[in-house]
């Protein structure tokens, strides 16, 4: 079940006004995902592979229209499907374009193109200029297919890596978008690339030139310049201990530190929960195996992302996993979950989490999954991004005070409560979704200086013995929420 702060006691106090009466509330909620384990993480909205028209899902990416409006492209086993996550509660899937059956695929963004190949379809080229008006149009097919596809916005290439042209890397040149070339090709390994990462340096010792952080499969870890596409050449390598399959991993912002999941060392026995590696780049020429985390759990690891301090794992059967790695980057801090197979935590990759994508300035995630779709989800508890409600004991005829911390200094902040449960409600006025069915409006106060809000109420007396959940919002921002019993 959905994770909530609990108290014993608990009161809406002095229910005064309807909410809807008091601040516009559109009365349109999301369903409850109560069959999901999860914690300081919420579903917004669940889209089954059903809904679009395909039996299952790999990867996914984001993109951000020049009017703001968010869409992830999806991967499905038969098409690639366009989804307006906007608003997250009610998603939009704008276009789906079937493909060759594959189980895998992969999908970039560069400028107003969209890319998506796999292994067993071509490489299609989609032009999104008219996506807000529904829209999405196909403009090409190249005869290139793929495991996994890198893209470098900034150099204007992309990067095939166990692709149908070479199990190394090929680099694509998207000078015409809509027409990629290929520039180049290097197998530093002799075997295999399985992914990559690729940045251009714009200062430090390696400024102008571009890097590929490329995780190589059952060989080992590699970095490979990658700025002279006739002339591509290893820089570095590591084969760190247990290494059993170096699949995918991300940078961290500085550039200090690439995040590394290995997808067959749980499988095999080699970690005993699903370990994620931490390697110092900072010296692309001798890359170190510094540390490990864990989730505890005893999953697969697959496709994992860096933003903003915060590491996003998507690990098959035990789904979505947060990490927060903005005080300690060697030792993150787990710090939510939420389990797309909550039937199992058992390693392999049949079911579950193929990526966790939290690239949307929202702040929203949306995970694809091999067997259950899409999950769009709100990680901002987990991420401590809201305010935080308290609640004194709630009994029946005695006063209740409502606290919250968090708010914004001297902005105005509303207590509400639900007699009904947990449904995501949209309040117009403030630019908020409330986690409350059916809510309340029981007061409202102007926070101090430090963000700090009170509110007393008198709790009726014929409360006792009510669930009541609470929740305090102001514009574009909302608490955790209380769930407690009235003594």
Known sequence: MLHAYRRRGHAAAGIVSSLVAALGVLASAGPAAAQYDAHNVRLYRQITPQQMNATGGNDCWSYISPSGREYVIAGLYEQTAFVEITDPVHPVVVHVEPHLFSVTGDMKIFGRYAYSIGDYYNLQVFDLDRIDDGIVTTVNERPYRTHNFALN???????????????????????????PTIAGHINPTGGHVHDAQVVTYHEGPY????????????????????????????????????????????????????YLDDELDELNGYAPTTRTLVIDVSDITNPRHVASFTSGRTSTDHNLFWKDGFIYEANYTSGFQLFDARSDPIDPTHVGWFDTYP????????????????????????????????????????????MHLSATPLIGGQSTTLSVQGATPSGRVYFIY??????????????????????????????????????VRTVPVNARGRTVWLQAAEAGNTSTVLEEVVQ
Request: aromatic share 12%.
């Open 418 to 455: 639900s007699l009904v449960g947990e449904a995501w409600t949209r309040v117009n006025p403030l630019g908020v979704y409330l986690n409350l069915a059916s809510p309340v409006l029981a007061g409202a106060a102007t926070a101090n200086g430090n963000g700090e809000a009170s509110l």
């Open 153 to 179: 916005e900034e150099s204007g290439f992309a990067y095939m890596c166990a692709s149908s042209h070479g199990s190394g890397i090929v680099a694509l040149d998207l000078s015409n978008p809509v027409v």
């Open 207 to 258: 400024a102008g030139r571009e890097i590929a952080f490329c995780p190589s499969g059952y060989w080992r870890f590699d970095i490979i310049d990658m700025t002279d596409k006739g002339n591509m050449f290893l820089v570095g390598s590591l084969v760190y201990e247990g290494l059993n399959y170096s699949h995918q991993g991300w940078l961290s912002a500085d550039r200090r530190y690439f």
């Open 343 to 386: 039937e199992s935590d058992a390693p392999g990759y049949q079911y579950g989490a193929w990526t966790a994508l939290p690239f949307f300035p929202s702040g929203t995630v949306v995970v694809n999954t091999r067997d259950r779709g899409l999950f769009i989800l709100d990680a901002s508890e987990a991420r401590g991004e809201r």
